[in-house]
T-cell receptor, first 113, second 116 residues
Framework: KQEVTQIPAALSVPEGENLVLNCSFTDSAIYNLQWFRQDPGKGLTSLLLIQSSQREQTSGRLNASLDKSSGRSTLYIAASQPGDSATYLCAVRGGTNAGKSTFGDGTTLTVKP | ETGVTQSPTHLIKTRGQQVTLRCSSQSGHNTVSWYQQALGQGPQFIFQYYREEENGRGNFPPRFSGLQFPNYSSELNVNALELDDSALYLC???????????????FGNGTRLTVT
């Protein structure tokens, strides 16, 4: 059974700081890993998708890495802004049910002005 | 490109009642999946549909059922509602080609269900 863990559960940083969010998973037989952002009471917004054959993906100030063999991914946010404040979730897709995505419980990020 | 849309946005039901939630997939997508998200937790997989058939189910009882229509829209039905069913219900769509589930999931804004 796939299990996904995100550490830390909450993070507070001053504006302008670079930060790293962590995601670990127990079963390396995945199709891909996807990072999402969720604002309070809202749906999930896709940030980055990394296929199992890839090592990293970049979009603007965001960079996500994947080490499938060790079951780890990181989301790096450069020059954080107050608008980055949200909950960040990672999800891995694959395993016995190919279409199923398993989520962590997220990291709630607060960026203080 | 039209995104994933869900209706209604909010719903209040009484324990024991039945509810139907609706979802329209993103244009060009052929699979739909449903997730339940309790407060402070990550989404939990309920089931997914591909080619109008259930193609995988999470750890949810049979009173959770669904449909996928030829236009790839979908319904989630929950019978005999319980207080613990109160949650945000999220619909996600994606594209599958030749059995490869490599494309990203796109989510709607969810339906907030409250059971009293």
């Amino acid at each position: 059974k796939q299990e996904v863990t995100q550490i830390p559960a909450a993070l507070s940083v001053p504006e302008g700081e670079n930060l790293v969010l962590n995601c670990s998973f127990t079963d390396s037989a995945i199709y891909n890993l996807q990072w999402f952002r969720q604002d309070p009471g809202k749906g999930l917004t896709s940030l980055l998708l990394i296929q199992s054959s890839q090592r990293e993906q970049t979009s603007g100030r965001l960079n996500a890495s994947l080490d499938k063999s060790s079951g780890r991914s990181t989301l790096y946010i450069a020059a954080s802004q107050p608008g980055d404040s949200a909950t960040y979730l990672c999800a891995v897709r694959g395993g016995t049910n190919a279409g199923k995505s398993t989520f962590g419980d997220g990291t709630t990020l607060t960026v203080k002005p | 490109e039209t995104g994933v849309t869900q209706s209604p946005t909010h719903l209040i039901k009484t324990r024991g009642q039945q509810v139907t939630l609706r979802c329209s997939s993103q244009s060009g997508h052929n699979t739909v999946s449903w997730y339940q998200q309790a407060l402070g937790q990550g989404p939990q997989f309920i089931f997914q549909y591909y080619r109008e058939e259930e193609n995988g189910r999470g750890n949810f009882p049979p009173r959770f059922s669904g449909l996928q229509f030829p236009n790839y829209s979908s319904e989630l039905n929950v019978n005999a509602l319980e207080l613990d069913d109160s949650a945000l219900y999220l619909c996600a769509s994606s594209f599958v080609s030749l059995g490869v589930w490599a494309s990203p999931l796109h989510f709607g804004n969810g339906t907030r269900l409250t059971v009293t």
